[in-house]
């Protein structure tokens, strides 16, 4: 039986503890022995070491690794040495990147400062570090406190409690020690029970402390936080299939042209078992076949212009107000087709505000309140407290009651004025769960006057007049029933009511017989409160709908707030379903996954249904973001593809839990980043389809030459200059194309669809023959002319300015044509123009390193108009399909 559903008296027994004498020092420092600090266990830092070798994991890596050690072994040393550096290239961008280590469970650990607590100790209150609590200890907390640990509440006064940072329930709870009979409790109805990390808004509290450190709810969350490792994201699964499927084929083909250059040896008599030694030299050029062959196959370029590129638009997204933490977020986020929203502080502004008012007969503007009674009701029946900054509200004390004091001051009412004017209340009743009121007595010049205010039937019941259009009548039938319906009408909106009267006494009453007090008062209004949604939200919700992604709001608050949120954001249709948590914790883990579709809403959701809902969405192969400011968010913030956290009103702990963090907290920063996100994807779709191509022009190249019986057209290290320093540039250019107006008007990349699509594969294979068939017509005719000894570097050259080239054939998918937009990307145009020098530059004086001769300006223009023929090719292409298309889309052209 968990302690909410025991008695207070009997817990106490249970811990062997008194709320008089508490525990004795001695008994005290054993259970610490025994229990453990009051302290979070820290979790173990990931070495730059354990980084480094996880990086080393992919697969392109791999192979890249052991050609190096081959090369090596095979005497090649600039080669080994060449592919070390392209792989230390690769894996330091990302670990230098992403150089931050986790730190949401310090940013958990920052809860537990070394604050002191009142705690009852041998028949004494002391004060005591708050890591020094033990279970049993009895703890004293007012107004003010943040609760040091879970506890069942002994006794309490006038005791409200904000939980949002862990339940994300924006309003206080207000709390008592009665035992709860309900077994399976949610914890946000717990009223009995303290929990570690929330804040004591209004009253006082003693309580039994029940869980301490690890066993929390706060450490629950960091344990999870602890254990949760975070799969694959889209991209790093579409790359790492890419990455295995080039290398099996690689692999495969090296191994194949391997054992067919033994073959020929042994045919021609160059290897004989018996004398292996005689055939080593030409056993270890088949060796050096094979690793160019593995390096032709293998786009060694691709992780580094990957993490290049996001580390380029990671700064551009700051720019835009969204900050990301982890570098693979950049793109992740274009391919989401789910966000699980919390509610409290992320649609909503996590702030009471007055949105309805009803005086004086009618139903008036917030900011257009002329009722005196009303204004001084919301400015002296209060214990409140606000500051302003500009148009900002800083808020002291209870949130609903500094609702009403902002509205007096929109309204050009210094609450102040009215609190000093009347001077010191003569009688205060305070409110209780029971009465549902609260009242407070002054003295006016004419008398006295009593003001209250609470839950409307409460209110109506002790009235027997109202404010009506500036004369008070008597409160009939007519108006109650008008006032009701009003009411509902608020309640049905989720609007939390509060109703306010007054009454005036000639002689001073007997102040301590309430009943005669609060009766036959004058009703003057009342008032419909929210925590009103964000300013952009419903237009960056409308902007996701168009966009193909669905929208789930996972919050803490009750059932009948959240399907009002929903329905004013537009998410909830005529099949939706809108649960509370207990409705799924009775599902199986099958159910709730076919249910989930149409699930918009879950109420009263924890950090363990929220955990669960996206390991599901997960299964599903949806792509999921979680958006979220509090501590309850965090687990689900690191288990999502991509965790989304609020930077102004977000805590540490959900901070440094996401992926990406909101500088501003506006929604529509998200869908702005999803824009972004989705021209990361296709702007990776355009370098991989460039690279691609250099690699399978290399790959058949070489497996044709050797067929062939041709020399080996490329050098190891020109491979390696033309995968990573030629195409490096232009690829990154094509990797900070800014992202096009249409992207938020397609559907989302499904989790589980190719990075290479069919259009992407046909343009490779299409451009990749015509510039194979180009090459070999180079070596075969020596048709640009030249001396025999300028032929491989004829060809080495006229292979890296096709791929120059082709750079802007990639800058367009499907059928558009390049020439209308080539003039957008001066960039491009001027790098691409920068690595042409720095290859006349290599070719011309780098003949030690890669094996080229000088070469006349005739030849350069013959291979650059030349090679400049694969634009034209492409564009040919282009338009004859555009051509086919035209005709079998139109019947009559047909």
């Given amino acids: 039986m968990d302690y909410f559903q025991k008695e207070a008296e009997d817990i106490i027994l249970e811990l062997k503890s008194s709320e008089e004498m508490g525990l004795s020092i001695a008994e005290a420092e054993a259970r610490t022995e025994r229990y453990g600090k009051n302290l979070f266990t820290p979790k173990e830092k990931e070495s730059i070491l354990a980084k480094i070798l996880d990086s080393l994991k992919e697969p392109l890596i791999i192979i890249l690794l052991i050609s190096g050690v081959i090369s090596l072994a095979m005497g090649h040393i600039p080669d080994g040495i060449g592919i070390f550096v392209a792989v230390l290239i690769a894996t330091s961008i990302a670990v230098i990147q992403e150089g931050k280590s986790d730190k949401a469970f310090e940013a958990l650990s920052k809860l537990s400062e070394d604050v002191l607590v009142k705690v009852v100790r041998e028949s004494k209150i002391v004060h005591i570090s708050q890591s020094d609590l033990t279970i049993g200890d009895i703890i004293h907390l007012e107004t003010g406190d943040k609760v040091p640990a879970d506890a069942r509440i002994i006794h309490s006064s006038n005791l409200g409690i904000d939980e949002s940072m862990l339940t994300g329930e924006a309003e206080p709870v207000s709390k008592k020690s009665a035992k709860i009979e309900q077994e399976n409790c949610p914890l946000a109805e717990r009223k009995n029970m303290l929990y570690s990390g929330t804040m004591v808004i209004e009253g006082r509290v003693i309580a039994i402390v029940t869980s301490i450190g690890d066993q929390t709810e706060m450490g629950k969350i960091a344990n999870e936080l602890k254990e949760e490792i975070s799969s694959e994201t889209p991209l790093q699964q579409k790359l790492a299939d890419l990455g295995k499927k080039i290398s099996i084929i690689g692999s495969i083909a090296a191994a194949v042209i391997f054992l067919f250059e033994l073959f020929n040896m042994y045919q021609q008599g160059i290897l004989v078992f018996s004398d292996i030694g005689a055939a080593l030299p030409g056993i270890k050029d088949a ?193 109650i029933d008008e006032i009701e319906g009003s009411i509902r009408t608020l309640q049905d909106n989720a609007r939390r009511v509060l109703a306010f009267a007054f009454s005036d006494f000639e002689q001073e009453p007997q102040w301590e017989d309430i009943y005669n007090i609060e009766k036959d008062l004058v009703f003057t209004g009342f008032i419909g409160i929210e925590d009103p949604l964000r300013l952009d939200v419903k237009e960056a919700i409308d902007q996701c709908r168009r966009a193909g992604i669905t929208v789930k709001i996972l919050t803490g608050d009750n059932i009948n707030t959240a399907r009002a949120i929903a329905n004013q954001l537009g998410i909830v249709k005529s099949d939706s379903l809108v649960l509370e948590v207990t409705d799924i914790e009775s599902m199986s883990d099958q159910e709730l996954r076919s249910k989930l579709p149409k699930i918009v809403v879950i109420a009263r959701s924890n ?274 399909i555009r051509g086919f298309r035209g005709i079998f889309s139109d019947p009559q052209k047909a």
């Fill in 287 to 479: 060796f050096v076949t094979s690793v160019a062959l593995i390096v032709a196959a293998v786009p060694e370029g691709l992780p580094t212009m990957v993490a290049i590129t996001l580390a380029f638009n990671m700064q551009k997204m700051a720019k835009n107000n969204a900050l990301v933490r982890k570098l693979i977020a950049c793109e992740t986020i274009g391919s989401v087709n789910v966000i699980c929203s919390d509610k409290t502080g992320t649609l909503t502004e996590n702030r009471m505000t007055v949105v309805d008012v009803w005086c004086d007969g009618s139903k008036v503007a917030v900011n257009n309140l002329r009722n005196i009674e009303m204004l001084q009701n919301f400015c002296v029946n209060s214990t409140a407290d606000i500051s302003k900054n500009d148009d900002n509200y800083e808020f002291l004390g209870n949130p609903t009651e500094c609702a009403l004091l902002v509205c007096a001051d929109k309204n050009n009412i210094n609450y102040l004025h009215y609190r000093k004017e009347l001077g010191e209340a003569v009688s205060e009743y305070n409110f209780t769960s029971a009465r549902k009121m609260m009242s407070t007595a002054y003295q006016t010049e004419k008398g006295f006057r009593l003001y209250t205010k609470g839950s409307p039937e409460k209110v109506l019941a002790i009235c027997n007049r109202i404010l009506y259009k500036g004369s008070i009548v008597p409160l009939t039938q007519d108006y």
């Fill in 607 to 880: 950090p363990t249904a929220k955990m669960r809902v996206v390991k599901l969405l997960k299964e599903n192969n949806d792509s999921v973001v979680v958006t979220g400011d509090g501590i309850n968010d965090a687990p689900a913030l690191k288990a999502a593809d991509v965790g989304v956290a609020m930077g102004i009103a977000g805590t540490e702990v959900s901070k440094e839990a996401a992926d990406i963090v909101l500088l501003d907290d506006s929604f529509s920063t998200i869908v702005r980043a999803i824009k972004w996100g989705r021209g990361i994807y296709e702007n990776f779709q355009r370098f991989i389809q460039f690279q691609l191509t250099v690699n399978v022009v290399a790959f058949i190249t070489v497996i044709l030459a050797e067929l062939m019986g041709y020399m080996m057209p490329f050098t190891t290290l020109q491979l390696l200059w033309v995968n990573i320093i030629m195409d490096g540039p232009p690829a990154l250019t094509l990797g900070l194309e800014p992202p096009r107006e249409h992207l938020l008007e397609k559907q989302p990349i499904k989790r589980n669809a190719s990075i290479v699509t069919k259009d992407m594969l046909f343009r490779i294979i299409t451009n990749g023959l015509f510039i194979v068939t180009a090459i070999l017509m180079l070596m075969k005719t020596q048709i640009l002319g030249g001396t025999e000894a300028q032929q491989s570097t004829i060809v080495f050259t006229s292979f890296v300015l096709f791929q120059l080239w082709n750079a802007f054939n990639s800058r367009e998918f499907g059928v558009t044509s390049i020439f209308p937009n080539i003039h957008k990307n001066k960039s491009m145009i001027g790098i691409l123009f920068l690595t042409f020098i720095v290859q006349i530059l290599v070719t011309q004086f780098g003949g030690a390193v890669f094996k080229t001769v000088p070469l006349d300006g005739v030849l350069w223009l013959k291979m650059v108009g030349f090679t400049f023929s694969i634009v034209i090719f492409s564009e040919l292409l282009k338009l004859l």
